[in-house]
């Protein structure tokens, strides 16, 4: 998962951007953006390059302007991803599973502040994370972009409706795998779900897309636009 195509097109990490703050919510170094009163939320699951990623913040801020307040944590522990550490054992010090619990903590926290409804929104390391939330009732919806390695044993235990957007250019959650689970999901019609895999586009491309590239900007954002659509539709 964190090999070099994760590491394509690294992002200039920036702890000042975006229109939000940090605070601390249920333990954690948290991006928040949006409305603090709202009751309808939703937790950005950061990839490996974590929660400082511009791009990341900007479309956390671009969701929150849809009424919802949107947290990004630092489920890394400040343990940021660099290439040099993929040979060095980054992902097995931070493995989904903690990922998950980690997200449940925050989530539990903010219902304990008057939220009513959570949706997740994954990122590749992110997208595993949120594939585990779905198994449970503690979210109203999940989206993946462009996914790590999910299995379909995995998928197969989602009860929650899930969007998953993959890139056709993509060695980490490939197109193949994408399908699978896009199989799995369909023999479950009790899950409501919605699978798209984007041409000519690479992993990481919804978060770490060229500005100079009218066709990875075009794509990016209607990935953007696909995974808005599905929040709002379960998280209201």
Same mark, same amino acid.
């Given at each position: 998962?964190?090999?070099?195509?994760?590491?394509?097109?690294?992002?200039?990490?920036?702890?000042?951007?975006?229109?939000?703050?940090?605070?601390?919510?249920?333990?954690?170094?948290?991006?928040?953006?949006?409305?603090?009163?709202?009751?309808?939320?939703?937790?950005?699951?950061?990839?490996?390059?974590?929660?400082?990623?511009?791009?990341?913040?900007?479309?956390?801020?671009?969701?929150?302007?849809?009424?919802?307040?949107?947290?990004?944590?630092?489920?890394?522990?400040?343990?940021?991803?660099?290439?040099?550490?993929?040979?060095? $054992?980054?992902?097995?010090?931070?493995?989904?599973?903690?990922?998950? =619990? &980690?997200?449940?903590?925050?989530?539990? +926290? #903010?219902? *304990?502040?008057?939220?009513?409804?959570?949706?997740?929104?994954?990122?590749?390391?992110?997208?595993?994370?949120?594939?585990?939330?779905?198994?449970?009732?503690?979210?109203?919806?999940?989206?993946?972009?462009?996914?790590?390695?999910?299995?379909?044993?995995?998928?197969?235990?989602?009860?929650?409706?899930?969007?998953?957007?993959?890139?056709?250019?993509?060695?980490?959650?490939?197109?193949?795998?994408?399908?699978?689970?896009?199989?799995?999901?369909?023999?479950?019609?009790?899950?409501?779900?919605?699978?798209?895999?984007?041409? $000519?586009?690479?992993?990481?491309?919804?978060?770490?897309?060229?500005? =100079? &590239?009218?066709?990875?900007?075009?794509? +990016? #954002?209607? *990935?953007?636009?696909?995974?808005?659509?599905?929040?709002?539709?379960?998280?209201?």
């Amino acid at each position: 998962m964190s090999g070099p195509q994760c590491a394509h097109n690294p992002p200039t990490l920036d702890p000042a951007s975006g229109a939000g703050h940090v605070q601390q919510i249920g333990g954690f170094n948290t991006y928040v953006t949006g409305d603090q009163d709202s009751k309808l939320a939703i937790i950005f699951l950061a990839d490996a390059f974590g929660w400082e990623v511009p791009k990341l913040r900007k479309l956390a801020d671009k969701v929150a302007e849809s009424g919802f307040l949107v947290v990004v944590p630092d489920f890394y522990y400040g343990d940021k991803f660099t290439l040099e550490k993929a040979g060095q $054992g980054w992902v097995d010090t931070h493995p989904p599973d903690r990922g998950c =619990d &980690d997200a449940r903590t925050i989530i539990a +926290a #903010l219902k *304990s502040k008057g939220v009513s409804k959570i949706g997740a929104a994954g990122f590749c390391w992110g997208g595993m994370v949120a594939v585990r939330l779905a198994k449970y009732d503690c979210i109203e919806a999940a989206v993946v972009l462009h996914p790590g390695p999910i299995t379909v044993e995995e998928i197969n235990e989602v009860k929650t409706p899930i969007a998953i957007l993959g890139a056709e250019i993509d060695h980490i959650g490939p197109p193949e795998m994408v399908k699978q689970l896009e199989d799995v999901l369909s023999s479950k019609p009790e899950v409501d779900s919605f699978v798209k895999i984007f041409p $000519g586009v690479g992993h990481g491309w919804t978060v770490r897309y060229n500005d =100079d &590239d009218e066709f990875e900007v075009k794509s +990016a #954002l209607e *990935s953007h636009s696909d995974m808005l659509n599905w929040l709002t539709k379960y998280v209201k």
